[in-house]
């Protein structure tokens, strides 16, 4: 059997094919947690470095902006391998559950939050920029109308900047699901890890009883693709918002 054609045989396996779809569920659910939990704790990031400027609350402002800095500017990888090592685990989460062991349930419990802090802290910049865009009239209008500074920012302000942001937040998320394949690193069960075990085990799967070139090839493009289909399909996505959202600005705007 010719090598090459060995290493495609392992794609027509049904068992290899739904472990590695299984690992792009993980990937996508670990980067949609990320997203959500980073766009949450970003925008309690961003309204603090944004509005808290007087008095005590300056404090908070120094803190925010640390935590920003800090995250934003080192690496993802040094963060999960530091909350593979500091990073308490709730006793409810050391157990086995969706199909992992307790000790991979661990490891992406640690390495989810590592990617929740990365991702807060650039997803604060990104909504910063969205309230920066907001004018400073949509604050005295709310003021006329009687509204406390919490309800403008709740139904005036946030509104608009996260309207702001839909292209940019779009681009940060397809960022966060290539980075979630730095979790492979410490054995993590998503999308990259899988491709890496199966590796380890071709010269069984491929029927050769050897690992060969072709099956890097085959198993890494093979994930490359699956990563380009996802990844392009939110880039068509932002490319759609962006387009009509410059449709529906006003003449001169």
């Known amino acids: 059997m010719d090598t090459l054609e060995a290493s495609l045989s392992m794609l027509t396996n049904q068992a290899i094919l739904s472990y590695i779809f299984k690992g792009v569920a993980f990937t996508l659910v670990i980067a949609v947690t990320a997203v959500i939990l980073g766009l949450v704790i ?12 007087k008095g005590a609350n300056r404090i908070l402002k120094w803190i925010a902006t640390a935590y920003i800095e800090i995250f934003r500017n080192t690496p993802l990888l040094l963060w999960i391998f ?3 090592v500091f990073c308490p685990v709730p006793e409810f989460l050391a157990h086995p559950m969706f199909g992992l062991s307790s000790v991979e ?14 991702t807060s802290s650039v997803i604060a910049e990104i909504v910063r920029g969205g309230l920066n865009s907001v004018a400073q009239g949509q604050f005295e209008a709310g003021h006329s109308q009687g509204f406390s500074t919490v309800q403008i920012m709740i ?11 839909i292209p940019t937040l779009l681009s940060q998320v397809i960022t966060t699901i290539k980075d979630s394949s730095y979790l492979a690193n410490v054995a993590v069960i998503e999308l990259m890890a899988r491709i890496g075990q199966i590796m380890s085990a071709a010269g069984r799967y491929n029927g050769l009883g050897t690992t060969n070139v072709s099956d890097v090839f085959v198993l890494y493009g093979f994930a490359s693709l699956i990563y380009f289909i996802i990844n392009f399909a939110l880039s068509c996505l932002v490319r759609y918002i ?10 001169g705007a």
Do not use: D, E, M
Not at 42 to 53: E, F, H, K, P, Q
Not at 155 to 165: D, F, G, K, S, T
């Open 82 to 84: 530091i909350c593979i």
């Open 242 to 251: 962006q387009k009509h959202k410059l449709k529906a600005l006003p003449a």
């Open 42 to 53: 970003g925008s309690v990031l961003a309204l603090v470095r944004n509005y808290c400027n």
């Open 105 to 118: 349930t661990t490891l992406l419990y640690k390495a989810v939050v590592a990617l929740v802090l990365f």
């Open 155 to 165: 139904y005036i302000v946030l509104p608009q900047a996260y309207r702001n942001i």
